[in-house]
């Protein structure tokens, strides 16, 4: 731990102090506390992005932020998405409220340039409301309003040849590996993609291939994870995906395992934003 002592006055050290004041009034004054809140609007069934981002675009991969949903006449407050320090809803995190459970997801890449960003899946007219994004643990707290509306009329899932949620087998399965796939209706044609849990998209084994109206997609897993089946037709604006949870139990590292170093990188950057932050702050 870095402490320093002001009571012994140096040059230097008054230049530190003053740095530390400009730096905690200018996140004070750009605080989004007195904002109106940014309004978005989305189709019944289609995804969303809420956006998210502290003052500072500091690098909030250890920090704490909160999204909830703001008590409606007719319903209660209800908790969206909560992330802390790598923690949150969707690695075993409790607390998410029902409504919420496996429809939202933030952007872990995007986390080290402040971007805690959500993303809501197939949205429901019972989405439609106040979101608030905060930031509790910064200096000062800084909290983000949101207003989305969902529009009834325009559901996709009404319009004809419009694709319906995709349908996910197991092929075959090895103590290694698990080959899925994915099948799909629809006209026109969807495009179906893979993604991990984190939302990368995945390399198909073989392209999308189409048999009586059905269109096929494979993956071939290494990795114990959520894998979602996304498919899009983007002429009539639809977007529909379903997901499994995929468990390989003799761990192997495969093409979707990240490479650690990075991992290392982040934590090291981490470390030292966390000294500077107490070099600073202390
Ligand atoms: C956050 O990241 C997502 C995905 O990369 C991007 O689309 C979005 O614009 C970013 N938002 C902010 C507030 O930086």
């Excluded at 402490?3 to 012994?8: E, G, V, Y």
Aim: a negative charge; proline letters at 6%.
């Amino acid at each position: 731990m870095l402490k320093f002592d002001f009571n012994k006055k140096s040059p230097a050290m008054e230049l530190l102090l003053l740095l530390c004041l400009c730096l905690l009034t200018r996140s004070g004054v750009t605080s989004a506390q007195l904002n109106r809140p940014t309004v978005i609007s989305v189709e019944g069934g289609a995804d969303v992005m809420l956006p998210c981002s502290p003052s500072t675009k500091e690098d909030i991969e250890y920090k704490l932020f909160v999204w909830r949903k703001v008590a409606q006449k007719d319903d209660g407050l209800k908790e969206v998405f909560d992330y802390n320090a790598g923690s949150h809803y969707n690695n075993g995190l409790d607390g998410q409220s029902e409504a919420f459970k496996g429809r939202v997801s933030h952007f872990p890449e995007e986390l080290e340039h402040g971007n805690a960003s959500i993303i809501i899946r197939n949205t429901k007219i019972s989405d439609s409301g106040e979101y608030t994004c905060d930031f509790p643990q910064l200096k000062p707290p800084q909290t983000f309003y949101i207003e989305l509306v969902v529009d009834p009329l325009k559901d996709r899932s009404a319009i004809r040849g419009a694709a319906q949620e995709p349908y996910i087998t197991t092929l075959k399965a090895t103590k290694d590996w698990e080959l899925l796939q994915c099948k799909v209706n629809g006209n026109p044609e969807p495009e179906v993609k893979w993604q991990d849990s984190a939302g990368n998209q995945l390399p198909a084994e073989e392209p999308q291939v189409e048999k009586r109206g059905f269109f096929y997609i494979t993956l071939n897993v290494t990795k114990s994870d959520r894998y979602r089946c996304v498919a899009t037709q983007t002429t009539i604006h639809r977007n529909i995906s379903a997901e499994t949870d995929v468990h390989i139990y003799a761990h192997s590292s495969g093409p979707q395992t990240y490479p650690s170093d990075q991992n290392l990188r982040k934590v090291m950057i981490g470390v030292a934003v966390g000294v500077l932050a107490e070099f600073l702050f202390s």
